[in-house]
C-alpha cells in the first residue's frame, strides 16, 4: 500500500450535498484518505465494515469502472464516525512540556484529554462519561455540547426515514449531523430535534 504522507492536503473534495455517485465517492475517498493518514490499514477498514476485500477496493474504483460499488450510507456513516473520533482525539496527542494538569475524561477503556471527544464516543457506542476527580472545571455541559450530546443520541434511536423528515437531508447527509468537528459535518439543530420527538424517537433525559 502506498504510504500517505502526514504533511499532504486531503486531495478529495468536500460536498454541501451527497445525491450523486461521483459526490458519493468523494465522500468515501476522503474519509478513507484521513484515516489511512492515521494509520489504518485494509484489514482495519474490512475489520470494522465487515465487508470482504474486494468490495472495499471496489468502493474506490472509478465510477466508470465495471468493478465499480458505491458504498452504503450506513458505512460511509461508519467510517465519518472515526474521522471525528480521530480529529477530535488529537489533544491527546500532545504532552504539555510544562506538565500542568489538563482535565481529563474517561469513557469506557479510553481516556482523553478533548470533552468533545469523550461525548462523542459517549454517543456512539453508549458509554458512560467520567469526569477525573482532579478536573479543574465544573463538569456542566455548554449549550453546543448539550444539543450535540442529545442530537447523536437520538440519531442512535431514529430510523433513517425519520432522520430523513426532521432534517430535510438525504440518506447520505443524514450520518454527518452532529460530526461538525469535521469540516463536511453538520450542526444539529434543536427543531430537528423536537421534530424527532414528534414521531415517538427516545430523546436524551
Given at each position: 500500500?502506498?504510504?500517505?504522507?502526514?504533511?499532504?492536503?486531503?486531495?478529495?473534495?468536500?460536498?454541501?450535498?451527497?445525491?450523486?455517485?461521483?459526490?458519493?465517492?468523494?465522500?468515501?475517498?476522503?474519509v478513507k484518505?484521513?484515516?489511512?493518514?492515521?494509520?489504518?490499514?485494509?484489514?482495519?477498514?474490512?475489520?470494522?465494515?465487515g465487508c470482504a476485500r474486494q468490495t472495499w477496493y471496489q468502493y474506490g474504483h472509478k465510477l466508470e469502472s465495471k468493478g465499480y460499488r458505491q458504498i452504503s450510507a450506513d458505512a460511509l456513516d461508519t467510517l465519518r464516525k472515526e474521522?471525528?473520533?480521530?480529529?477530535?482525539?488529537?489533544?491527546?496527542?500532545?504532552?504539555d512540556p510544562f506538565r500542568r494538569w489538563r482535565d481529563m475524561w474517561t469513557v469506557?477503556?479510553?481516556t482523553t484529554y478533548s470533552k468533545t471527544h469523550a461525548l462523542s464516543r459517549a454517543a456512539f457506542y453508549s458509554e458512560k462519561v467520567v469526569a477525573d476527580q482532579k478536573n479543574t472545571?465544573?463538569?456542566?455541559?455548554?449549550?453546543?455540547?448539550?444539543?450535540?450530546?442529545?442530537?447523536?443520541?437520538?440519531?442512535?434511536?431514529?430510523?433513517r426515514e425519520q432522520l430523513m423528515s426532521a432534517t430535510g437531508l438525504g440518506v447520505y447527509d443524514i450520518g454527518r449531523v452532529g460530526l461538525h468537528?469535521?469540516?463536511?459535518?453538520?450542526?444539529?439543530?434543536?427543531?430537528?430535534?423536537a421534530a424527532l420527538g414528534k414521531m415517538n424517537v427516545e430523546l436524551a433525559a
Open positions: 500500500m502506498r504510504k500517505v504522507s502526514k504533511n499532504f492536503i486531503n486531495p478529495h473534495p468536500t460536498h454541501d450535498t451527497h445525491d450523486t455517485p461521483e459526490t458519493i465517492r468523494d465522500a468515501f475517498l476522503h484518505w484521513h484515516l489511512e493518514k492515521s494509520g489504518w490499514t485494509t484489514e482495519n477498514f474490512t475489520d470494522l465494515l474521522v471525528v473520533l480521530n480529529i477530535t482525539s488529537q489533544l491527546d496527542r500532545y504532552e469506557g477503556e479510553v472545571a465544573p463538569d456542566i455541559l455548554s449549550e453546543d455540547e448539550k444539543l450535540l450530546t442529545e442530537w447523536l443520541m437520538a440519531a442512535r434511536f431514529a430510523t468537528a469535521a469540516r463536511w459535518g453538520i450542526e444539529p439543530r434543536y427543531d430537528w430535534l
